[in-house]
C-alpha cells in the first residue's frame, strides 16, 4: 500500500509510541463536504483516550485518496488538496495520512504509522470486495468504535442541496428502512465540548483578551478559503471571534430567499473545531454596529474575500471602516461556498443517481442502530 505520512521526526514519533503516558490513535475518512460529524468524531477519539488516563493524545487522520473514493462511491465533492487543507485546520488533529487507498485497515499499516488504536463510527464501512474495513484490527483487540453524529452526514448534506434545487421531489425514501433526523442535534454540552481547547489547555477568555478579532460571515460548507481566512485573521490579535449570521439573515440578505445548506449550530460546530478560532457570536448582526465592537471589546474587524471577488460591502462594515479598524484579507484559495455549490450543481444527474444509492445505505444504518454513548 502507497501511502503519504505527514509526521514529526520519527525518533519523536518513535519516542511516542514507547511512552506509557502516551497513546497514538489513527482515524481515517473521505473528510468530503467536512461537517460535524467528522469534526464530532475527530473530538471524541481524542476526548475519549484523555478519559483513559493518557496525558498525551496523538491523532493520526488518514485521508482516502480522490481515486480511491471514485472507486468506491463515486467523485469526491473536493479535492484531496482541499480536503487535506481543512483537516490540517481542525484542532484535534496532529498528524494526516494522505493518498489512502479505500481498503482494509491492516495491523501492518498500525504498526507502521506507530498507533495503538484505530477508531471510527458505528456505522461500520465495508470495502470492494465485501470485508469489513476494520475487520482485521477488530480481531486484534485495537478498534474503538465512537458514536455517529446524528442529522449530519456527506450524503445528507447532499440531499438538502438537492431538494433545496428541486432536482427531485422524493430524496431520501429508501422503502421504510427509516427516517434520517434533519439536522445535528446541538446541545449546551456539545458547545461546550466544541468550543474547548485540545487536551488540558485551558480555554481564552474574552475578558482578558488584549486585542479581539472579530472575522463576521456565513460560513456555510467550511472550506480551504475560510481556513486561510481564519488562519491570518489569528496572526492579527490574541482572540479570534467569528460572528455567525443567523440562518433567517442568510435568507433575507445572501441566499435569494434560500436558508443556508448548513444550520447555524452546525456552522457554529465546523468553526469552533478550527485551531484559531477562540469563540463565536451565535446570529450575529448583520451589520458590524458601535454595540456590538463596544459590547465584544473589538479591537479589529476582518472582511475576507476570495480571490476575484467584488469590492462591494454596502453598509455592513461602514461603522469599523470609519473607526479605521477594517481589516480586509483575501484567501490564498479561490473556492467559495457557492462555489462549491455550483460544483454540485454542475453534476446533478450523476449526483442525485449516486446520492439515492448512499441514503438507501445510510438509512438502513439508521433503522437498525443502537445507543452508543458519546465521549
Not at 474503538?144 to 433545496?164: A, H, M, N, P, W
Given at each position: 500500500?502507497?501511502?503519504y505520512?505527514?509526521?514529526?521526526?520519527?525518533?519523536l514519533v518513535?519516542q511516542?509510541?514507547?511512552?506509557?503516558?502516551?497513546v497514538?490513535?489513527?482515524?481515517?475518512?473521505c473528510f468530503?463536504?467536512m461537517h460535524v460529524?467528522?469534526?464530532?468524531?475527530?473530538r471524541?477519539?481524542k476526548r475519549l483516550f484523555f478519559?483513559?488516563?493518557y496525558?498525551?493524545?496523538?491523532?493520526v487522520?488518514?485521508i482516502h485518496?480522490?481515486?480511491?473514493?471514485?472507486?468506491q462511491k463515486?467523485?469526491?465533492?473536493?479535492s484531496?488538496?482541499?480536503?487535506?487543507?481543512?483537516?490540517?485546520?481542525?484542532?484535534?488533529?496532529?498528524?494526516f495520512v494522505?493518498?489512502?487507498?479505500?481498503?482494509?485497515?491492516?495491523?501492518?499499516?498500525a504498526d507502521?504509522?506507530?498507533v495503538k488504536?484505530?477508531?471510527h463510527?458505528?456505522?461500520?464501512?465495508?470495502c470492494?470486495?465485501?470485508?469489513g474495513?476494520?475487520?482485521?484490527?477488530?480481531e486484534?483487540?485495537r478498534?474503538q468504535?465512537?458514536?455517529?453524529?446524528e442529522g449530519?452526514?456527506?450524503?445528507?448534506?447532499i440531499?438538502?442541496i438537492i431538494?433545496q434545487?428541486?432536482?427531485?421531489?422524493h430524496?431520501g425514501e429508501?422503502?421504510?428502512a427509516?427516517?434520517?433526523?434533519?439536522?445535528?442535534l446541538?446541545t449546551?454540552q456539545r458547545l461546550?465540548q466544541?468550543a474547548?481547547?485540545p487536551?488540558d489547555?485551558?480555554p481564552k477568555?474574552?475578558?482578558a483578551?488584549?486585542?479581539?478579532v472579530y472575522?463576521p460571515?456565513?460560513?456555510?460548507?467550511i472550506?480551504?478559503?475560510?481556513v486561510?481566512?481564519?488562519r491570518q485573521?489569528?496572526?492579527l490579535?490574541?482572540f479570534?471571534?467569528v460572528?455567525l449570521?443567523?440562518?433567517?439573515?442568510?435568507t433575507v440578505?445572501?441566499?435569494h430567499?434560500k436558508?443556508?445548506?448548513l444550520?447555524?449550530?452546525?456552522?457554529?460546530?465546523?468553526?469552533?473545531?478550527?485551531r484559531?478560532?477562540?469563540?463565536?457570536?451565535?446570529?450575529?448582526?448583520?451589520?458590524?454596529t458601535?454595540?456590538?465592537?463596544?459590547?465584544?471589546?473589538?479591537?479589529c474587524?476582518?472582511?475576507g474575500?476570495?480571490?476575484?471577488?467584488?469590492?462591494?460591502d454596502?453598509?455592513?462594515?461602514?461603522?469599523p471602516?470609519?473607526r479605521d479598524?477594517?481589516?480586509e484579507?483575501t484567501?490564498c484559495?479561490?473556492i467559495?461556498s457557492?462555489?462549491?455549490?455550483q460544483?454540485l450543481?454542475?453534476?446533478s444527474?450523476e449526483?442525485v443517481?449516486r446520492?439515492?444509492?448512499?441514503?438507501e445505505?445510510?438509512?438502513?444504518?439508521i433503522?437498525?442502530?443502537?445507543y452508543?454513548?458519546e465521549?
Amino acid at each position: 500500500l502507497h501511502f503519504y505520512w505527514h509526521r514529526p521526526p520519527l525518533e519523536l514519533v518513535e519516542q511516542q509510541s514507547r511512552d506509557p503516558d502516551t497513546v497514538r490513535i489513527l482515524l481515517n475518512g473521505c473528510f468530503d463536504l467536512m461537517h460535524v460529524g467528522h469534526f464530532n468524531a475527530l473530538r471524541q477519539a481524542k476526548r475519549l483516550f484523555f478519559q483513559q488516563g493518557y496525558k498525551k493524545v496523538v491523532m493520526v487522520a488518514g485521508i482516502h485518496s480522490d481515486e480511491a473514493i471514485s472507486n468506491q462511491k463515486g467523485p469526491p465533492m473536493m479535492s484531496n488538496d482541499e480536503r487535506t487543507a481543512i483537516l490540517e485546520a481542525t484542532k484535534w488533529v496532529d498528524e494526516f495520512v494522505t493518498q489512502l487507498p479505500y481498503t482494509q485497515i491492516s495491523v501492518q499499516m498500525a504498526d507502521t504509522l506507530r498507533v495503538k488504536w484505530v477508531c471510527h463510527g458505528d456505522d461500520m464501512p465495508v470495502c470492494r470486495g465485501g470485508h469489513g474495513m476494520y475487520s482485521a484490527v477488530v480481531e486484534e483487540k485495537r478498534f474503538q468504535v465512537l458514536k455517529r453524529t446524528e442529522g449530519i452526514s456527506t450524503t445528507q448534506i447532499i440531499s438538502r442541496i438537492i431538494q433545496q434545487q428541486g432536482w427531485s421531489q422524493h430524496q431520501g425514501e429508501a422503502g421504510g428502512a427509516g427516517e434520517a433526523l434533519s439536522s445535528a442535534l446541538c446541545t449546551a454540552q456539545r458547545l461546550q465540548q466544541f468550543a474547548a481547547p485540545p487536551g488540558d489547555r485551558p480555554p481564552k477568555q474574552l475578558t482578558a483578551a488584549k486585542r479581539v478579532v472579530y472575522v463576521p460571515g456565513i460560513f456555510d460548507l467550511i472550506h480551504p478559503g475560510h481556513v486561510s481566512i481564519l488562519r491570518q485573521a489569528a496572526t492579527l490579535g490574541d482572540f479570534l471571534l467569528v460572528g455567525l449570521y443567523s440562518d433567517e439573515t442568510v435568507t433575507v440578505h445572501r441566499n435569494h430567499g434560500k436558508p443556508p445548506v448548513l444550520t447555524l449550530l452546525e456552522r457554529a460546530l465546523a468553526v469552533l473545531s478550527m485551531r484559531w478560532v477562540d469563540d463565536v457570536v451565535l446570529g450575529a448582526p448583520w451589520n458590524v454596529t458601535d454595540e456590538l465592537l463596544t459590547s465584544m471589546n473589538i479591537s479589529c474587524v476582518v472582511l475576507g474575500r476570495a480571490p476575484g471577488a467584488s469590492q462591494e460591502d454596502s453598509d455592513q462594515f461602514l461603522v469599523p471602516r470609519r473607526r479605521d479598524i477594517l481589516t480586509e484579507l483575501t484567501s490564498c484559495f479561490a473556492i467559495s461556498s457557492e462555489a462549491l455549490k455550483q460544483r454540485l450543481i454542475a453534476c446533478s444527474a450523476e449526483l442525485v443517481k449516486r446520492n439515492s444509492k448512499m441514503m438507501e445505505k445510510e438509512l438502513s444504518y439508521i433503522s437498525g442502530k443502537g445507543y452508543v454513548p458519546e465521549a
